[in-house]
């Protein structure tokens, strides 16, 4: 028989989520008066690492809707921190690109999340840092498989 009364810890789905908020909020602190969104700027993080991609991939590492990346993908073509050009696999798809105006946008910014995360972390015991992050990983990864 399963119990009814609440548990006297918050489940970790509820503190995953919780701390996603809260980096969340600062990213949006941040980026105040930057001319892009947080969930732009997490495009441009993914392009840093995986330039050329489709939107499409794009979308999937940016964690939104194929919807929500093209009208991203617009803005942020019209800003000019990102380019498409046509795939030379894919006559139909543009693979995008992030411009030298978009690694400089993130170079301004990068002192600024470097200190988010280090408050993030600031309470950890120094060996558990890269234990939370491998954690992290590994869930992530578990939750992705079909």
């Known amino acids: 028989m399963t119990s009814t009364s609440p548990k006297s810890t918050?489940?970790?789905?509820?503190?995953v989520k919780r701390l996603e908020l809260?980096?969340?909020s600062h990213l949006d602190e941040m980026l105040r008066g930057s001319g892009i969104t947080t969930l732009q700027y997490t495009a441009l993080t993914v392009l840093a690492h995986r330039d050329g991609i489709s939107a499409?991939?794009?979308a999937r590492d940016s964690f939104?809707?194929?919807q929500s990346m093209a009208d991203m993908v617009r803005a942020l073509e019209q800003r000019e921190l990102i380019h498409r050009t046509p795939n030379p696999?894919?006559?139909r798809e543009l693979l995008v690109y992030i411009?030298?105006?978009?690694r400089g946008?993130?170079?301004?910014?990068?002192?600024?999340a470097d200190t988010i995360e280090e408050r993030m972390?600031?309470?950890?015991?120094?060996?558990?840092?890269?234990a939370f992050r491998t954690a992290l990983g590994i869930a992530w990864s578990a939750l992705r498989r079909q």
Request: aromatic share 4%; proline share 8%.
């Open 10 to 15: 918050p489940s970790l789905l509820y503190s």
């Open 22 to 24: 809260a980096i969340r």
């Open 56 to 58: 499409a991939q794009l």
């Open 64 to 66: 939104v809707t194929p």
């Open 89 to 91: 696999d894919s006559k």
């Open 99 to 102: 411009t030298e105006s978009g």
């Open 105 to 112: 946008l993130l170079r301004d910014y990068a002192a600024a």
């Open 121 to 130: 972390a600031a309470a950890l015991p120094a060996g558990q840092v890269e």
